[in-house]
């Protein structure tokens, strides 16, 4: 299973972003390899905050668009708890609570493969795609 990250959906879908073709490409061929791709709720919430902000409702469209093809981890009280708990004592002002239920997401479905562009996942020792 791949974990994907805001940071790949965002370069996926903003064609100005410098990582776009190359998320673009990676996006096709996981598709097209029937690969088992996941997010969770709060990475959901983060891109369609972003998308609707910078582009407007036809990019958070366009994500909509790609939600069948996932499995999406709903976050519950326990796991918002357990990420605040991990937020709290890292204190470093460009990991955030999305981060970190993330990493909870990903630690609990066994999961160390992540289309992302963000540093942090490469710091937890995820593989990193592409």
Same mark, same amino acid.
């Given at each position: 299973?791949?974990?994907?990250?805001?940071?790949?959906?965002?370069?996926?879908?903003?064609?100005?972003?410098?990582?776009?073709?190359?998320?673009?490409?990676?996006?096709?061929?996981?598709?097209?390899?029937?690969?088992?791709?996941?997010?969770?709720?709060?990475?959901?919430?983060?891109?369609?905050?972003?998308?609707?902000?910078?582009?407007?409702?036809?990019?958070?469209?366009?994500?909509?668009?790609?939600?069948?093809?996932?499995?999406?981890?709903?976050?519950?009280?326990?796991?918002?708890?357990?990420?605040?708990?991990?937020?709290?004592?890292?204190? %470093?002002?460009?990991?955030?609570?999305?981060?970190?239920?993330?990493?909870?997401?990903?630690?609990?479905?066994?999961?160390?493969?992540?289309?992302?562009?963000?540093? %942090?996942?490469?710091? %937890?020792?995820?593989?990193?795609?592409?």
């Amino acid at each position: 299973m791949i974990y994907i990250d805001t940071s790949a959906f965002y370069a996926i879908i903003d064609q100005d972003d410098g990582y776009h073709e190359s998320a673009k490409n990676t996006w096709v061929s996981l598709i097209l390899r029937k690969e088992s791709l996941a997010c969770n709720n709060y990475v959901l919430v983060e891109t369609v905050a972003l998308l609707q902000n910078r582009f407007g409702k036809n990019a958070v469209l366009d994500l909509q668009k790609m939600l069948p093809l996932l499995s999406i981890d709903w976050i519950a009280a326990e796991q918002h708890r357990f990420a605040i708990a991990m937020l709290i004592p890292v204190n %470093h002002r460009k990991m955030n609570l999305v981060d970190c239920s993330s990493f909870d997401t990903t630690q609990r479905f066994g999961i160390n493969t992540g289309f992302t562009f963000d540093k %942090h996942f490469r710091e %937890h020792r995820f593989e990193i795609i592409p």
